[in-house]
């Protein structure tokens, strides 16, 4: 009993000894990582080569690191737990490298003893295209050049001594070994990561949005990747060897993205592009009942499904359809609640209008603009059969019902319609429709109109509404109320005319002559001219067009002439002058371009493209007109107004943005209306009253047609 007691002692004395022994190896407590090597280089060369082992489990202490090359043990020269340096013995043969760490003991891999050896691969990351340089020796040949591969793909040499390669790596190489080739010979280096960016998701975005690059070679630490789009850092939120997630920067533009690992640029062939925030235009119906299908309109929403994001009282909706660059469409679920309807595109949101759980709601009103007595329609849910028990108001004042059932109403816009929200009301329920109804539409002022020139007949407005039209020797005045008489008669020529202040400026042949408000006529001294078309900037002076000469300025205090360096002009539409002295014209009557020329400057295409008229809305940079406009104008808000006659349109640039719009398109014809359904023929020439409305002279028609959009 006493010898078996001491037998007891002994084990756990033994035990502890072991235990405070691996405490001190390892003073985390943690398992020691087993015996693993993950890569060696170079597998050949010399005796005294230096033979780097990369792994896990190594020990810091050099002694306790045997390495035999064939069974002979090599000189330790450096350890880590991950990296050990070890000398090629110089007794040793080609044959297998083994490592002994304690009990532990793993194969490294072969080692040829040979002339050629690889040392060295720097830099070991990079993308397609990059040089690597590659040191070691033994890579002259007297009977073919050396070769190199990279992850087996051969790389083109760009440089070679017998101890230096310089190679560029190869497009697809993907991450692997370097090998260099001499006279049969094979000497295999360092593992080289390949870089490369393959995807960029999603690719349009702004400030903040979450970027995920897809591809190879990145740092599985987060801090090890720099990105940037030109020279804005992104912030790298997640990372791993084939996928980055970043947040795009403060001040980020349009461009590619880049990637620098360890020094060296990775550039993406994919470029980024920065987009303006959505925005929510409308959405159709503001209120309804559990399954009601809701259109979003606006602008900037992703033709990406997952890349859209909408939600009713910060709950998320799923798509009902795929989306459009300008439409979303969803479908309102049960147990969400009423509240605001907000889109997030790539992280970009706008907040929109409140969407309210209810049976009463609108859908649809048709047209959406109209004058007093059009007749509406309103499309939605939750009406009444009984007519007395809807009540409709357009901007608060009350609209006569002609007919209605459950999902349609039918009302006559009101004498006093102004622009404003359109409400139906239903048993205490209220809905207003998706946008504001406007007080928009056509009408005729006069269509007695006599003597007219189909190339130079032009229309002006004065302050208190007087329209005045000039034929080919006369000026007729037309009343606010369509009564027309002759202002001034008996001139040579006229060919073109503008308005400052009540007083009226003609070009009549060869001389320029102003009108009084009396229809007193005088001539306004001037060099010799020939001018076609006319008109007045806000100080007073001329600015005329002669075709292939361009625009010329008349300074009316001294009556000098100077050309204006517009080039080419149109002697047919209307020019604009800006109030800071830029001019706006038409390059020419069968293309669709606007010319623009800042002060001092020379005058360049500004809208449009030779040769490419047709229709389309969008940045000015790639809108497009059709062939020949007829007239420009300039808005009280500093807009410029297009008559693009052959797309029978009225355009709008709004120039702090330079995006062109669509104010009304119409079908040739002879017909009043709301924008939706009335029709002109030939313009020749608009006039911009202070409400922002315009007048078109329809020459086609021998009329004055009043287009209201207020």
Sequence with gaps: MKNSKHSIGLILLSALL??????????SGEAAPSLSVEQYFPNSGKAGTLVTIKGEGFSTSMAENIVEFSGVMAEVFSATSTELVVLAPESGST??????????????????????????????????????????????????????????????????????IVAKVPSGAGTGVVKVLVDEMESTGAIFTYQ????????????????????????????????YFNDKQATVVEASPEKLVILAPEGIETNKVSVVINGQKTVSDAIFSVVPLPTISSVSPLSGPVGAEITIKGSTFSTIADENKVL?????????????????????????????????????????????????????????????????TIEGTGFSHDMLKNKVSFNGVAAQITFADEKSIKVIAPTNLSTGVLKVEVGGLSAEAPQAFRRAGVMTITRDLTSLDFNYSKIVIDSHGNLYVSGSST?????????????????????????????????????????????????????PIGPRGLTVDSKGDLYYSSSWSGISKITVSTGTVQSM?????????????????????????????????????????????????????????????????????MTAEGNLIIMDSNNLALRQVDLKEQTVSTLVKVERGFEDGDLSSAKWGSINDITIDKEGNVYLLDVGQAAIRKVIFK
């Design 196 to 227: 490369e960016i393959k995807e960029i998701k999603p690719l349009t975005g702004g400030k903040g949005t979450q970027i995920t690059l897809t591809g190879e070679g990145f740092e599985t630490v987060k801090e090890n990747n720099h990105v």
């Design 312 to 376: 009713i009282n910060g709950k998320e909706i799923p798509l009902e359809k795929d989306p459009t660059s300008t439409e979303l469409v969803v479908r309102y679920p049960a147990n969400i609640g009423s509240g605001k309807i907000e889109v997030v595109v790539n992280d970009q949101k706008v907040v929109g209008p409140e969407f309210v759980n209810q049976d009463l709601g609108i859908i649809k009103v048709s047209p959406e603009s109209g004058l007093a007595g059009t007749e509406v």
């Design 565 to 633: 360096n517009t080039g080419s002009a149109s002697d047919k539409c209307r020019i604009v002058v800006a109030p800071d002295g830029t001019i706006y014209h038409s390059f020419d009557d069968y293309q669709g371009i606007i010319n623009r020329t800042l002060p001092g400057a020379r005058g360049l295409n500004w809208l449009g493209q030779h040769e490419g008229y047709g229709y389309q809305d969008g940045p000015v940079s790639t809108a497009k007109l059709a062939y020949g406009p007829t007239a420009l104008g």
């Design 475 to 527: 000026i007729t005045k037309v009343t606010p109320e369509g009564s027309t008489s002759v202002f001034v008669s008996g001139l040579s020529g006229i060919v073109g005319m503008d308005i400052l202040n009540d007083v009226i400026y003609i070009a009549d042949w060869n001389s320029v002559k102003k009108v009084a408000a009396d229809g007193t006529v005088t001539t306004i001294p001037t060099a």
């Design 95 to 164: 044959g297998k490298i083994t490592l002994k760490n304690g009990s532990q003991t793993t194969e490294v891999g072969n080692y040829t003893y040979q002339s050629l050896s690889v040392s060295r691969v720097s830099p070991a990351n990079g993308p397609a295209g990059s040089n690597i340089r590659i040191t070691g020796e033994g890579f002259g040949s007297l009977t073919q050049p050396a070769k190199v591969t990279i992850n087996d793909s051969v790389a083109l040499v760009v440089n070679i001594s017998d101890t230096l």
């Design 18 to 27: 072991m235990f405070f022994s691996c405490e001190k190896d390892n003073p």
